[in-house]
């Protein structure tokens, strides 16, 4: 294990997990948790456009003086994500989200607009982003958020990588405003948050640009303003796409010694793999020191197809031994010993459909807190603890993301 101190003192150890509360009943499953000593999860993850949703019930906008579990949570590393890739190419509901931060120029408000438009061909989406939006976009309204509430560090704001025809527009445009966030905190009134906070740089990259001709430009964007940390978020990504998956392991792991060597640096610089599930384990082994997952829900995002029915959205049970989400209507006896799971006998009947909401995100943070804390305690090497822990699971695939000779894993 290795213990990563932040600048303003904190403190988390890898392997470690923070995970991405989206709204209200996220925020209540957390507080109602970590009153109960949920001590292995050691951070969250906010998107910006989610903050206003749950920061009251994590007790962010509260006096000092707060129940014990928000007091708990006030201790966790804190992260405000910019999450610009959902202003720019999100869904409807993530645009409007996005502007009701108020944190954006009137233009730019009107520029997303016209992208919401269904009638507007995809074609034109682009050159509205680049020659509308862009101009406007900066960096210091984003960042003034982040200290305003506390952020345990400082995530630069940045235009997400999400095109081969763009790639050069949109790098120029991501690299102005890391450098711009660099400058911001050398020589204005945030120049004393310098010396108390980690600068954070986040890329959200579409997984297709994940190639070796684009290594050298992704690497040298993620360090343009040498950055203490860095995230990376990579749109689109499959766990079945078992080409694309391995790709994205290989640039991390690319990329750390990339890090190291234009650094100087002895060991890699701290990198964070966002929005993922148990596919982002085989990170630890591939040079990611922390994973970001949202509250038991997938990652990625399912579209129905246009000839079959919609998508089942009913909630799901993560399963601990297997590792997968079945149905929650499917089970009845429940597997697993969590406090959630004891508190109800072990029945899913017992839970009620008043009370899955809540039950079903406790379940899941008790046994993802009891999964690091196993990966942390295990004597064997952490790539030999996941290969054994995969095979007795339903996810074996997640085995061949373990590379033979593990980078820089946890010994």
Same mark, same amino acid.
């Given at each position: 294990?290795?213990?990563?101190?932040?600048?303003?003192?904190?403190?988390?150890?890898?392997?470690?997990?923070?995970?991405?509360?989206?709204?209200?009943?996220?925020?209540?499953?957390?507080?109602? *948790?970590?009153?109960?000593?949920? /001590?292995? =999860?050691?951070?969250?993850?906010? +998107?910006?456009?989610? !903050?206003? $949703?749950?920061? %009251?019930?994590?007790?962010?906008?509260?006096?000092?003086?707060?129940?014990?579990?928000?007091?708990?949570?006030?201790?966790?590393?804190?992260?405000?994500?910019?999450?610009?890739?959902?202003?720019?190419?999100?869904?409807?509901?993530?645009?409007?989200?996005?502007?009701?931060?108020?944190?954006?120029?009137?233009?730019?408000?009107?520029?997303?607009?016209?992208?919401?438009?269904?009638?507007?061909?995809?074609?034109?989406?682009?050159?509205?982003?680049?020659?509308?939006?862009?101009?406007?976009?900066?960096?210091?309204?984003?960042?003034?958020?982040?200290?305003?509430?506390?952020?345990?560090?400082?995530?630069?704001?940045?235009?997400?990588?999400?095109?081969?025809?763009?790639?050069?527009?949109?790098?120029?445009?991501? *690299?102005?405003?890391?450098?711009? /966030?660099? =400058?911001?905190?050398?020589?204005? +009134?945030?120049?004393? !948050?310098? $010396?108390?906070? %980690?600068?954070?740089?986040?890329?959200?990259?579409?997984?297709?640009?994940?190639?070796?001709?684009?290594?050298?430009?992704?690497?040298?964007?993620?360090?343009?303003?040498?950055?203490?940390?860095?995230?990376?978020?990579?749109?689109?990504?499959?766990?079945?796409?078992?080409?694309?998956?391995?790709?994205?392991?290989?640039?991390?792991?690319?990329?750390?010694?990339?890090?190291?060597?234009?650094?100087?640096?002895?060991?890699?610089?701290?990198?964070?793999?966002?929005?993922?599930?148990?596919?982002?384990?085989?990170?630890?082994?591939?040079?990611?020191?922390?994973?970001?997952?949202?509250?038991?829900?997938?990652?990625?995002?399912?579209?129905?197809?246009?000839?079959?029915?919609?998508?089942?959205?009913?909630?799901?049970?993560?399963?601990?031994?297997?590792?997968?989400?079945?149905?929650?209507?499917?089970?009845?006896?429940?597997?697993? $010993?969590?406090?959630?799971?004891?508190?109800?006998?072990?029945?899913?009947?017992?839970?009620?459909?008043?009370?899955?909401?809540?039950?079903?995100?406790?379940?899941?943070?008790?046994?993802?807190?009891?999964?690091?804390?196993?990966?942390?305690?295990?004597?064997?090497?952490?790539?030999?603890?996941?290969?054994?822990?995969?095979?007795?699971?339903?996810?074996?695939?997640?085995?061949?993301?373990?590379?033979?000779?593990?980078?820089?894993?946890?010994?």
């Amino acid at each position: 294990m290795k213990v990563y101190t932040l600048k303003n003192g904190q403190t988390f150890t890898t392997p470690s997990l923070f995970v991405n509360p989206q709204h209200r009943l996220d925020a209540k499953s957390l507080a109602h *948790t970590t009153s109960k000593s949920l /001590s292995n =999860i050691d951070g969250l993850v906010i +998107d910006i456009m989610d !903050y206003g $949703e749950v920061a %009251d019930d994590l007790g962010f906008n509260s006096a000092p003086i707060v129940m014990t579990s928000q007091a708990d949570l006030r201790d966790k590393v804190r992260f405000i994500d910019p999450s610009l890739h959902k202003l720019l190419n999100g869904s409807s509901e993530e645009k409007s989200q996005m502007l009701a931060t108020k944190l954006f120029d009137e233009q730019i408000t009107k520029s997303v607009r016209k992208l919401a438009n269904p009638d507007l061909p995809n074609k034109e989406k682009p050159q509205i982003i680049i020659n509308e939006i862009y101009p406007y976009l900066t960096v210091k309204p984003l960042i003034d958020f982040e200290v305003r509430h506390d952020a345990s560090a400082i995530i630069s704001p940045c235009v997400n990588i999400s095109s081969k025809t763009y790639f050069r527009q949109q790098l120029s445009k991501a *690299t102005q405003m890391l450098v711009d /966030s660099r =400058i911001l905190l050398e020589s204005t +009134d945030l120049k004393k !948050y310098l $010396e108390t906070r %980690d600068l954070i740089n986040s890329l959200a990259i579409n997984y297709k640009l994940i190639q070796p001709q684009n290594y050298s430009s992704l690497f040298k964007l993620a360090i343009c303003n040498n950055p203490d940390q860095v995230a990376f978020k990579f749109l689109g990504i499959r766990e079945s796409d078992s080409v694309s998956v391995p790709e994205v392991f290989a640039f991390l792991r690319n990329f750390a010694v990339y890090s190291m060597e234009m650094q100087e640096r002895k060991e890699p610089i701290p990198i964070h793999l966002l929005n993922v599930d148990e596919l982002g384990y085989a990170g630890y082994t591939n040079a990611v020191c922390n994973i970001s997952c949202p509250l038991a829900t997938s990652p990625y995002y399912s579209y129905p197809s246009k000839d079959r029915d919609e998508v089942d959205t009913s909630p799901t049970y993560y399963h601990p031994i297997d590792m997968n989400s079945p149905k929650a209507h499917s089970i009845d006896i429940l597997p697993c $010993e969590c406090i959630e799971c004891r508190f109800y006998n072990q029945r899913m009947s017992n839970v009620g459909s008043k009370n899955l909401a809540l039950f079903r995100r406790n379940h899941w943070l008790y046994v993802k807190d009891g999964e690091i804390s196993q990966f942390r305690q295990s004597r064997a090497r952490l790539d030999i603890e996941l290969r054994d822990k995969f095979a007795r699971s339903m996810r074996t695939q997640l085995a061949a993301y373990l590379p033979e000779n593990p980078l820089f894993t946890i010994y």
